[in-house]
């Protein structure tokens, strides 16, 4: 895995396969936490579903601080700024919304720890976990489009 000014010199395709890459492992994290009961499922326990959704949304948080860390640090947005400065404010624009981002999930974590594991709060986590995907979606196709401006469009298969 590619990190920091690793991405500098890199092939446009190596560039856009590490930001596949990384959107894909953040996605995969989610579908793992919308699994925890938090589908249309029935007859789930819900504190031991409680316990996975919170373990769950901690290690989600931990990967995002990490891959926003790695953006922030040099990364494909840097690669795109410098082949195409004018995209200069948008990727700060972009990266502005990492703090964001965590927040919102961090309060959803702070929620997560301080409700009892009962069907109302489960709902009630299921809600906050869409508007978080939607949110984080958004973020992603933002960064998607200003690195295909900037190193090239993507392939067929995105």
Same mark, same amino acid.
């Given at each position: %895995? %590619?990190?920091?000014?690793?991405?500098?010199?890199?092939?446009?395709?190596?560039?856009?396969?590490?930001?596949?890459?990384?959107?894909?492992?953040? !996605?995969?994290?989610?579908?793992?936490?919308?699994?925890?009961?938090?589908?249309?499922?029935?007859?789930?326990?819900?504190?031991?579903?409680?316990?996975?959704?919170?373990?769950?949304?901690?290690?989600?948080?931990? !990967? %995002?601080?990490?891959?926003?860390?790695?953006?922030?640090?040099?990364?494909?947005?840097?690669?795109?700024?410098?082949?195409?400065?004018?995209?200069?404010?948008?990727?700060?624009?972009?990266?502005?919304?990492?703090?964001?981002?965590?927040?919102?999930?961090?309060?959803?974590?702070?929620?997560?720890?301080?409700?009892?594991?009962?069907?109302?709060?489960?709902?009630?986590?299921?809600?906050?976990? !869409?508007?978080?995907?939607?949110?984080?979606?958004?973020?992603?196709?933002?960064?998607?489009?200003?690195?295909?401006?900037?190193?090239?469009?993507?392939?067929?298969?995105?």
């Amino acid at each position: %895995m %590619m990190t920091g000014n690793s991405y500098l010199n890199c092939s446009d395709e190596s560039i856009r396969r590490h930001v596949r890459e990384e959107h894909r492992q953040i !996605n995969a994290e989610l579908d793992k936490l919308f699994a925890c009961c938090l589908g249309e499922q029935h007859g789930c326990d819900s504190q031991t579903d409680w316990k996975k959704i919170r373990e769950r949304v901690h290690h989600l948080r931990e !990967n %995002m601080a990490h891959h926003f860390r790695e953006e922030e640090e040099g990364s494909c947005l840097d690669e795109a700024v410098a082949r195409r400065t004018t995209l200069g404010p948008e990727a700060r624009e972009i990266e502005r919304e990492h703090p964001e981002l965590l927040a919102e999930l961090d309060g959803l974590i702070s929620w997560l720890d301080d409700e009892p594991p009962l069907e109302t709060t489960l709902q009630i986590a299921r809600t906050r976990l !869409n508007a978080f995907a939607e949110n984080l979606q958004r973020h992603e196709v933002r960064e998607d489009a200003l690195i295909r401006r900037g190193v090239g469009g993507f392939g067929e298969d995105d």
